[in-house]
């Protein structure tokens, strides 16, 4: 497997931003009481990562670095008001179901992440084939999520009925506890067949972003720890 074609099957299954670094959560919580929604956001987060991880890419040599983080919000805050506005004159009806969760896809530790951890670092093409893969695990991750919920909420997936006539819904899923239980399966789901995620500690130390998971990767782990001891 070449470098490029690595990049994308990363971001969808070995570095998935969702079920394996349990990044970008708040976002997919939120959205996701179907799959339609979830596609949608998906997709619009997808078109940020890999205008972002492009744009920076590309001026990563010009950006310096005292102003690095802020360049980025810069950029990220660009994309994102163009996919507002096209989101807004094309897809109404998805539009006001997401709703503000799009202007807040500036601040997805997502794209924030891929843009400070492996953009300003890599040369465009790479950068453009993580962020296909790290959206589309984001994608993926959103619709299965939404698809579960909706159908145990409502009996359909995409708004189309696929359960049984005496089959009652569980109002419950397409609640904001629903999308925490949804989760919580998939996740121990996860560790049962000892897939890669976070929780069971199985990400590689070099792939992790953040802690992963793993409180005792954090830098300050050591001084916080010694500070409780003193006390």
């Known amino acids: 497997m070449n470098k490029y074609l690595e990049r994308i099957y990363n971001g969808l299954w070995k570095e998935n931003p969702i079920f ?5 959560l708040c976002p997919t919580l939120a959205v996701t009481t179907s799959a339609i929604n979830g596609l949608g956001m998906g997709l619009s987060s997808t078109a940020v990562l890999i205008g972002a991880n492009i744009v920076i890419s ?6 310096p670095d005292g102003v690095r983080l802020p360049a980025e919000i810069v950029v990220v805050a660009s994309l994102v008001t163009v996919v507002d506005m096209l ?11 997401l709703g503000l969760y799009i202007p807040l896809i500036v601040v997805n530790c997502i794209i924030l992440g891929r843009a400070e951890a492996y953009a300003m670092k890599n040369s465009v093409l790479l950068s453009a084939c993580d962020g296909i893969g790290m959206g589309l ?3 993926v991750a959103l619709v299965l999520i939404g698809s579960f919920r909706e159908l145990l909420g409502a009996g359909t997936i ?16 397409i609640l904001a506890p629903g999308a925490f239980f949804v989760l919580a399966m998939l996740t121990a789901l996860q560790n049962r067949l000892k897939m890669p995620c976070a929780t069971n500690g199985s990400v590689p130390e070099e792939e992790r972003v953040g802690c992963a998971g793993d409180c005792a990767s954090c830098a300050g782990h050591d001084k916080v720890m010694a500070e409780k001891e003193g006390k």
């Open 137 to 139: 695990g984001f994608t």
């Open 87 to 97: 989101m807004e004159g094309f897809t109404p009806a998805l539009y006001s179901s």
């Open 20 to 24: 394996v670094q349990m990044l970008g």
């Open 158 to 173: 995409f708004d189309i009925t696929v359960t049984p006539s005496f089959y009652t819904p569980m109002s419950l899923f």
């Open 58 to 63: 590309a001026l990563r040599h010009v950006i």
